[in-house]
């Protein structure tokens, strides 16, 4: 990853992993592919992740990690993640993830406010 | 095959004790394997987390004691993880080369990957290697550790597994080995075989129930990744003390996000490495004000410098910045952005319309492209045609080609792009006719496709990504907004201020508030309250509250939720971003921060935000305007300046130099003309004009005034009773004539200009003239000189150089030179030490330059026009004032010279000499020069009048007459005379005194002639001498009284001069003099002036003579002469159109128009004497 170009990176709107596109379509988000299925589904790529996205994190050990918990990126696996995503997921696949019995979280900074 | 296998991993071992010996490079790699090893010891703790526990160095004893442990029992154990781990490695090497895509990917997930995927993975292996069982197996296996075994797998490293013989791992758990195994291997089983028993009723479920509990089995996983800590708010999240600690660490700016993958980078690297990297984390926000570090997360910030070293653009080194656990947030803070709306406004970052704005049509769902209106730049293939008619074709085949065209749109294009106009599709039809479709229905047939893009009313729609926006702080320009704003259906342009605020919102500019603005909080906490800001910082505004309970207090409140407050009727100017910057006007209405102002200037009624607007400082009242003051004087534009003559409160009235009048706005203003009291101009008549003088236009209204202003050829004078335009006018400095000096500054004495102007301006006679200067090398120069007086008083030295008025000295006593007034000096002989008179050096002089003149009647007669001048008009008209009179007396002036001439030649050509001496080369000269010109003609009008030659002289110097009369006329002592006269004619000069006195003498018989030039001692003679000679006796008799030496000149009148003067002309001076004149007028004066000069007889000759001397000798040069009798001859021909060559000439700079004129006036002088002779 390193080294390689900083472009056509993709950050998942649901996990703030952040990949290459083709890397999404080749095997989907490491963290959410149960539930979004991107992989080989360049459509649900598009939909589900976002190019605009806004700081870096190397997660080396999310178990561990203050950022991670922060962040929510706890039981993730470790990698690049966004800080920010912009970007709205469409809504069927936020009804989805509700019926996954995950409260989906915008990475987009919206409920800053709130939750503080 | 458990025998194979421990033959293998006896082979292992002694592989291992060889790398012992040779530590370094292998070592590593197997101590990796020791170390997946020793974690499959510490127990099948699932190796999803094998990170951590792996961060153990060293495994060397471990490794001794983990061979033991294998040697002894069976693979079962260390099957799976150590296959997983080797193939693990092996990814990452794969990774570390960048091979694949793939690879990489996988290694950016820290090498983990699905179970699925290892299933896919296995399958494909298969189908390729053919190997049956094994991965079946595995696949038992990876039930086992489904959960804790995600490490990856990569289809390679079944190679390396298969090199190692490897299989035999996969093997059935051998008793002795469970009994060896540690206490979790028998749960590890029990699990195992739970699961077994799982799988079976999973098995026997039916499809839609397994994929459910599929689903069920994933989704809880994912929600447990997923919700993990979603219930937990955040605020609970907030780091303590046992969390790990953030440290700052400084990178090169813009190169963060590179070293955050370069840390990525690294971590997969050592992953499974001695040293693995023991930061927890790293990140980066990029551009802003955390730029320039990254931020890491580690337990102590040994780890940092581990992690970090050697990394390009991070320098751990540096000091590292401890981020407080407060502050940890913060780092992390993310701020939503702003949610574009449809009406918004953006502006484009690149492209053909970079910069330009649009209007945001819709926005997709995803909000990250949205579709804007712009304003197309098309210029519908014109230059296709004019510049490169080839491009259509080069464009599809020709690389090169498309790139300079890609080019073209991409990167010059901004300075090249066509101008924003709306869509056309006439002009479109003309040449692209194929590109052009229309997609609008039939009703609107608004809609074109042209060159792929879409065209709708006229604007250009056009997907952008957001990232391609700008959408904050877009500053929407109203000419702009104007611009895209659609037109209604009745053809008014309708204007949605909403959308505007909608952009405008939040881009408060920071100086939109300034302290005492009153505003309102309209949003937020302290929503409601109002009053008056004290300071702005940053975004936060503090306000001192004046309504409500709060009242007194000092809130601080962020600027957005921020508005002013204004009523109406309230006088405002708008300020900020504003197309009506800087306008002020009354509000009218106000409509939430929509305020409609009616302008002061315009009447016009405005609408622009609150935001935008101030109070309009009433305080203005000072008279200022900003830096502008009344009377100041601005420039308008570099051709343009004008003088403030009213100050509005935002506004300002200006009398620009062509005279009229301009509203302006201090911004307008291109720059201040600071007032230069030193500017110096000449008037109409060429004296000098400054600032603080009163001057009198020459015609118009003939208003006069104190100048304000010189700038250029204009003056802008302040007239105190004039209403308008708060009492200043402009004129040019051509058409104002000089009332007083400011401070009674003497215009005459130092003045540069020609007092023989202002003398006629006296007489409503214009025809300034030039004073002629002096040619040629100043004869003082290489004398020997004392100073007479000042700080070098009695310095002895040599004329260096010279200046009209001053000498530069080298001294004698010490190598020094000094500057002294020429006036101050005395020459001496070089040897004898001896005071020598200059006069002396003025007879060669005279004798080389002036006597020409003199001789040729041409000036002479020249110069008695001069004064004449007036005379010229009204030749024998005595109407003229007592002047032309005079002239008539002049001639006999001119008669008069006869005497002196008579007299002697000599006489005459000293006169001229003297004149020089002390007229050109001294103070006198210089100012006297043309003072003393007109002066000494007049003085000799009146000298002729006296009857003495030398009188003229005399009476310009009162006093000396006395001494020339005592003198004598004889000639030598005529000289002499004239050497002490050269002198006090220039005192004459300097001091006004005497000629008033003098004019006063001479007033008795004529007080008119003294008003008119009071301060001008020569002037005063010719009057006088022009009053005396219109009766013959009295000039004779008075002129020599006049001088105040009443007793002497009279004596001396009748004494020297006279009685030989007298002689000759006898009491009939005039006639003779006319007879002269007529004969110069009519022949010699064109002809023969040469003829005329020697002949004393002849007064026209020798009156001349005396004048030219008398005028500045050295301003007539030869070549002028012959210029001059060539004018006059003209003039003679043409008449009355002599006056008009004169004035021609009198344009002209210097001697020249002098000499030219003077001649001119000669003639018609010599015929209006002849005709009053006639």
């Keep these: 990853m390193a080294g390689v170009s900083m472009r056509d990176l993709r950050a998942c709107m649901v996990c703030s992993i952040v990949q290459r596109f083709s890397d999404f379509r080749a095997r989907g988000c490491p963290n959410c592919e149960p539930i979004l299925g991107l992989a080989n589904h360049p459509e649900a790529i598009q939909d589900c992740t976002s190019r605009v996205f806004e700081g870096l994190i190397t997660m080396a050990q999310p178990t561990q990690s203050w950022v991670a918990k922060w962040q929510r990126l706890e039981g993730y696996v470790p990698g690049v993640y966004a800080v920010k995503v912009v970007g709205e997921l469409p809504r069927d696949i936020v009804s989805a993830l509700e019926g996954e019995g995950v409260k989906y979280i915008p990475r987009d900074g919206r409920d800053v406010d709130e939750d503080r | ?1174």
């Design chain 2, 1 to 1174: 095959m458990a025998a194979s296998n421990f033959a293998n991993q006896t082979f292992d071992e002694s592989e291992e004790e060889d790398e012992d010996f040779n530590p370094q490079p292998v070592a590593a790699s197997d101590d990796e394997n020791e170390g997946v090893e020793g974690d499959g010891d510490a127990g099948p703790k699932p190796s999803r987390s094998n990170s951590a526990p792996r961060v153990r160095p060293g495994n060397d004893s471990e490794d001794e004691s983990t061979l033991k442990r294998r040697g002894i029992s069976p693979r079962r154990r260390n099957g799976r993880p150590n296959d997983e781990a080797d193939e693990g490695i092996d990814d990452e090497l794969d990774g570390d080369n960048g091979d694949d895509d793939e690879g990489e990917g996988e290694d950016l997930n820290g090498g983990l990957d699905d179970d699925d995927e290892d299933e896919d993975d296995d399958e494909d292996e298969e189908a390729v290697t053919g190997r049956p069982r094994k991965r079946r197996r595995k696949g038992g296996l990876n039930q086992f550790f489904e959960e804790e075994a995600e490490v990856d797998e990569d289809d390679d490293a079944e190679d390396d597994e298969d090199d190692l013989g490897n299989d035999g791992f996969v093997a059935d758990t051998h008793p002795d080995d469970l009994a060896a195994l540690p206490e979790g291997t028998e749960t590890d089983d029990r699990r195992h075989r739970e699961l077994d028993r799982r799988r079976e009723m999973e098995a026997s479920m039916d499809a839609e129930r397994q994929a459910e509990a599929l689903r069920e089995r994933y989704g809880r996983r994912a929600a447990a990744a997923l919700t993990e800590s979603v219930v937990v708010p955040k605020r609970l999240l907030l780091p303590g003390v046992d969390d790990p600690r953030i440290w700052g660490v400084k990178c090169k700016v813009g190169k963060e996000k590179e070293v955050i993958m370069s840390i990525m980078k690294r971590m997969q690297e050592r992953q499974h490495t001695k040293q693995p990297m023991q930061i927890l984390s790293a990140f980066e926000r990029g551009a802003g004000p955390m730029a320039g570090y990254i931020y890491v997360e580690a337990v102590q910030n040994a780890h940092i410098e581990n992690a970090l070293d050697g990394i390009m653009n991070v320098y751990p080194r540096s000091k590292l910045n401890l981020v407080s656990v407060k502050e940890m947030p913060d780092l992390l803070r993310v701020t939503k952005t702003e949610e574009l709306q449809i009406g918004a406004y953006v502006r484009v970052k690149r492209g053909l319309y970079t910069g330009d704005l649009g209007v945001v049509e819709d926005v997709e769902s995803n909000g990250l492209s949205v579709t804007v209106r712009l304003v197309p730049r098309l210029n519908y293939g014109i230059d296709e045609d004019d510049k490169n008619p080839m491009l259509g074709v080069n464009a599809k085949g020709d690389p090169l080609a498309k790139r300079k065209r890609m080019n073209a749109v991409g990167t010059n294009v901004v300075a090249t792009r066509p101008p924003q106009r709306l869509f056309s599709e006439n002009e479109a039809k003309k040449r692209h006719q194929r590109y052009l479709a229309s997609t609008g229905g039939a009703l609107t047939g608004k809609a074109w496709n042209y060159k792929n893009e879409t065209y709708e009313d006229g604007f250009l729609i056009k997907d952008f990504r957001i990232q391609h926006l700008i959408t904050q702080n877009v500053n929407p320009k109203l000419d702009e907004v104007t611009k895209l704003t659609k037109g209604a259906e009745d053809g008014t342009e309708r204007l949605d201020l909403e959308s505007l605020a909608q952009s405008l919102k939040n881009n408060t500019a920071e100086n939109s508030y300034q302290s005492g603005d009153h505003v309102e909080v309209y949003d937020g906490e302290q929503k409601g309250i109002s009053g008056r800001t004290i300071s702005v910082a940053g975004n936060i505004v503090s306000i001192r509250v004046e309504e409500g309970e709060l009242a007194g207090q000092v809130v601080d409140v962020p600027m957005k939720g921020l508005r002013k407050r204004f009523r109406e009727g309230d006088h405002v100017q708008v300020i900020g971003g504003s197309r009506y910057r800087d306008e002020v006007g009354m509000i009218l209405r106000i409509k939430d921060d929509r305020v409609t102002v009616l302008t002061d200037m315009s009447m016009q009624e405005i609408t622009v935000f609150s935001k935008d607007l101030r109070e309009a400082g009433d305080a203005t009242g000072d008279g200022r305007l900003g830096n502008y003051d009344i009377h100041d004087l601005i420039q308008m534009d570099p051709a343009t300046v004008g003088c403030v003559v009213k100050v509005d409160r935002e506004s300002m009235r200006v009398l620009d130099q062509n005279g009229s009048i301009r509203q302006m706005l201090p911004s307008q203003v291109t720059n201040k003309i600071e007032q230069r009291k030193d500017a110096i101009a000449t008037d109409r008549n060429g004296s000098e004009i400054r600032y603080g003088d009163i001057v009198r236009e020459a015609g118009g209204e003939s208003k006069s005034g104190v100048i304000i202003h010189i700038h250029r050829a204009f003056v802008f004078v302040h007239n105190r009773t004039q209403p308008e335009n708060a009492g200043v006018f402009v004129a040019r400095c051509v058409n104002v004539t000089t009332v007083a000096a400011k401070g009674g500054r003497a215009t005459a004495a130092d003045a540069k200009t020609n007092m023989a102007m202002h003398s006629k301006n006296g007489d409503g006679a214009h025809a300034p003239m030039a004073p002629p200067k002096s040619v040629g090398r100043d004869r003082m120069i290489g004398k020997t000189v004392t100073v007479r007086k000042g700080p070098y008083k009695g310095v002895l030295g040599i004329v260096k150089n010279t200046t009209e008025t001053t000498a530069r000295i080298e001294m004698h006593s010490k190598a020094k030179v000094i500057t002294v007034n020429k006036d101050e000096l005395i020459v001496k002989d070089p040897i004898t030490g001896q005071t020598i008179d200059m006069s002396r050096f003025g007879g060669p002089r005279a004798s080389g330059s002036s006597r020409p003149n003199y001789s040729s009647g041409s000036t002479t007669t020249s110069r008695i026009p001069n004064d004449w001048s007036a005379g010229s008009r009204t030749p024998m008209g005595a109407g003229d004032g007592g002047r032309t009179p005079a002239w008539g007396a002049s001639a006999r002036t001119a008669a008069w010279a006869p005497h002196s001439s008579s007299s002697g030649g000599v006489d005459g050509g000293r006169t001229p000499a003297w004149k020089p001496q002390s007229g050109s080369q001294t103070a006198y000269g210089g100012a006297g020069n043309m003072t003393s010109y007109g002066g000494t003609t007049t003085g000799f009008g009146g000298s002729g009048g006296g009857g003495g030659g030398r009188t003229p002289a005399w009476s310009s110097s009162a006093r000396t007459p006395h001494a020339g009369g005592e003198h004598g006329f004889s000639t030598s002592d005529g000289f002499d005379s004239f050497a002490s006269g050269g002198r006090t004619p220039a005192q004459g000069a300097t001091s006004g005194s005497r000629t008033p006195a003098w004019g006063g003498g001479g007033g008795g018989g004529s007080s008119t002639f003294s008003a008119p030039t009071p301060g001008k001692p020569y002037d005063a003679p010719t009057p006088g001498g022009a009053r005396l000679h219109e009766d013959f006796p009295t000039p004779y008799g008075s002129t020599a009284p006049t001088p105040a030496a009443s007793a002497s000149t009279p004596r001396f009148a009748q004494d020297a001069p006279t009685p030989r003067g007298w002689e000759a002309g006898g009491g009939n001076a005039p006639t003779p003099t006319a007879g002269a004149a007529r004969g110069a007028n009519t022949e010699p004066l064109l002809n023969s002036r040469f003829e005329a000069a020697p002949t004393p007889g002849v007064g026209g000759g020798m009156t001349p003579a005396p004048y030219g001397s008398g005028g500045g000798v050295g301003g007539y040069g030869g070549g002028g002469m012959e210029l001059m009798r060539r004018r006059l001859q003209l003039g003679w021909a043409r008449g009355r159109g002599i006056s008009i060559v004169m004035r021609s000439d009198d344009s002209d700079s210097g001697s020249a128009g002098v000499g030219s004129f003077v001649p001119c006036w000669a003639g018609l002088g010599g015929l209006g004497w002849a005709c009053a002779v006639a």
